[in-house]
């Protein structure tokens, strides 16, 4: 490559002919996820799916700006517990005092998706739902669970990786979905505490993990990054 674009008159065309490798690569990557989908070479993720969610004798987690949400989204039988904020609802469900939790999908301070989408990766949960107030204004609440759980029907994927500052690698990487047709509804990055200038990046894609799209553009972006997680399927 670097002897091509060296043949190259001018900075300009030079840059083109990186970008034009780029390209072909990705397409290169696409068929070759394609074939690895037909021939079922792909690693299970995990999750299994259910029909519907089972609060019989179970108990969930939330947070004063959740509560009224909690109270019209959880059957009678199921019992809540109210806790101070995010983290010590967190705590809870990682103790196994809860099954759920139930809690804005933004942070209240900040008004960012991704503070929360932290807690629920490095804690190990997975989102099992989204759930929206009628009528206005819709506020969005997540239920989290330590169950690798996705319900029949999702079409929302959200995952999280770890990307170098380096030029080209979110490009690159979002050329996996590109490739694959499938659209990105949210996308929202962190930088990594005592790592300078690496990010942890979170989106939402729409689709379901059985599609095959979806399996060809996780594979190449799982290949391709640091601390590959899918947080869920709802």
């Not at 939330?62 to 009224?68: G, K, L, N, R, V």
């Not at 609440?141 to 690698?169: M, N, Q, W």
Request: charged share 25%.
């Amino acid at each position: 490559l670097d002897s091509v674009a060296e043949l190259a008159h001018s900075e300009f065309n030079s840059h083109g002919v990186r970008e034009l490798f780029e390209h072909i690569m990705s397409v290169s990557r696409k068929r070759q996820y394609q074939l690895l989908t037909e021939h079922g070479k792909f690693a299970p993720t995990g999750f299994v799916e259910v029909k519907e969610l089972d609060f019989t004798h179970a108990a969930a987690a939330f947070i004063p700006a959740s509560e009224d949400a909690a109270k019209s989204y959880f059957p009678e039988e199921c019992g809540l517990q109210k806790c101070t904020d995010w983290r010590e609802a967190c705590d809870v469900l990682q103790r196994e005092e809860v099954n759920f939790a139930f809690l804005p999908m933004q942070d209240p301070a900040s008004g960012y998706v991704s503070a929360n989408y932290n807690l629920v990766a490095e804690s190990g949960f997975y989102i099992l739902e989204e759930y929206e107030t009628s009528p206005q204004p819709k506020d969005r609440y997540l239920l989290i669970s330590k169950d690798r759980v996705t319900l029949s029907g999702a079409d929302k994927i959200s995952i999280c990786f770890e990307l170098p500052h380096e030029s080209g690698t979110l490009y690159n990487i979002l050329s996996h979905f590109l490739y694959n047709d499938l659209n990105l509804s949210h996308i929202e990055s962190v930088p990594l505490p005592d790592q300078q200038w690496e990010y942890r990046f979170y989106i939402d894609i729409n689709g379901n993990l059985h599609d095959p799209a979806v399996k060809n553009a996780l594979q190449g972006v799982r290949t391709e990054v640091a601390d590959f997680k899918i947080l869920g399927n709802y």
